[in-house]
């Protein structure tokens, strides 16, 4: 998924002199970086991308109140939590470990 990049070392300080010249314009399109960094190029990752639904907005995290009424409403069980979350397990870890909680006494 990385970006071919066709230079070397001298490739990067030429953009960097090129960008230069730009600095304090706002932020740059694509169509306004110089073409020989190929960005304008199709490349199946662009095309990939460009046909990916757009509706894939990053989902917010839970607060540290409803990630425990979740948890408390399924026992505690990851597996469920994560199925009710549409998340991996590992992600219901990081938030438990985020949030330091602590699974109640059986």
């Known amino acids: ?17 090129e960008l230069a010249h730009h600095a304090g314009r706002g932020p740059l399109a694509p169509a306004q970086l110089p073409a020989w960094l190929g960005v304008h190029e ?3 990752v662009r095309e990939a991308l460009a ?23 399924h026992g ?6 994560a199925q009710h979350y549409d998340r991996d397990r590992k992600q219901i870890n990081r938030w438990i470990a985020m949030y330091a909680l602590v699974a109640p006494e059986p």
């Open 1 to 17: 998924m990385r970006p071919r990049w066709p230079e070397n070392l001298r490739g990067l300080v030429r953009l960097l002199h």
């Open 42 to 44: 199709p490349t199946p």
């Open 76 to 81: 505690w069980n990851i597996n469920a939590t």
């Open 51 to 73: 046909a990916a639904p757009q509706d894939d907005a990053l989902r917010p995290r839970p607060g540290r109140d409803e990630l425990l009424a979740v948890l408390a409403r």
